[in-house]
């Protein structure tokens, strides 16, 4: 049974800093590209950052330069150090998991973010 847990959302101040975890388990972890999507209210899900399993990154504009995405192998994890949060990042955060040979793809349920004074 293939299982990912995001953590790590909350109540935060603009300009401030969070980091989500994602822990996967039932899934050859190092096979997958990792990913951060959010969802705001009334929005479609988009892409935030991804990490593939050579190491290469891809980054929405809105959030290059503040959010940073790594991954654990040997732990299973993927991490989302977001800094300098501003109010429209508020969203729920989702973990995926994806592989395209074969194509799988799995979700977690998802953490609340959410940025306000």
């Known amino acids: 049974q293939v299982q990912l847990v995001e953590s790590g959302g909350g109540l935060v101040q603009p300009g401030g800093s969070l980091r989500l975890s994602c822990a996967a388990s039932g899934i050859i972890f190092s096979f997958y590209t990792m990913g951060w999507y959010r969802q705001a209210p009334g929005k479609q899900r988009e892409l935030v950052a991804a990490?593939?399993?050579?190491?290469?990154?891809n980054y929405a504009d809105s959030v290059k330069g503040r959010f940073n995405i790594s991954r654990d192998n040997a732990k299973n994890t993927v991490y989302l150090q977001m800094n300098s949060l501003k109010p429209e990042d508020t969203a729920v955060y989702y973990c995926n998991a994806d592989r395209s040979r074969p194509k799988l793809g799995y979700w977690g349920q998802g953490t609340q973010v959410t940025v306000s004074s």
């Open positions: 990490l593939t399993s050579g190491g290469s990154t």
